[in-house]
């Protein structure tokens, strides 16, 4: 099963419900701070690190407990914006993990 956990190239900090995020590979460029709110600040929190990465299953379970829906509605969403994350670098997918 595939499993996803945060770039280490991000820095983030949670602030109240919002998740703000600072992409450092490029500490020379012009550095934009990206803000996540909502369904998107679940799936961030949701994320595993590189060491303990989360199973696609459990984070779209996260978001679909979160805001009382089934999976079945979020699925496609959840790993489209997984998706988008990691198409910026935000995010990353593993090979295979068990759960």
Do not use: C, K
């Not at 934009?32 to 949701?46: F, K, N, S, T």
């Not at 590189?50 to 978001?63: F, I, K």
């Amino acid at each position: 099963m595939s499993a996803w956990y945060r770039s280490p190239d991000v820095a983030f900090e949670s602030l109240g419900e919002d998740i703000h995020l600072l992409d450092l590979r490029d500490l020379s460029g012009l550095l934009i701070p990206r803000a996540l709110e909502g369904p998107a600040a679940v799936i961030w929190l949701a994320l595993g690190s590189e060491e303990a990465p989360q199973a696609e299953g459990t984070v779209v379970g996260r978001v679909a407990e979160q805001f009382g829906l089934e999976e079945e509605d979020v699925r496609a969403q959840t790993v489209a914006f997984l998706q988008d994350l990691a198409d910026h670098g935000l995010a990353r997918l593993t090979g295979n993990v068990s759960g």
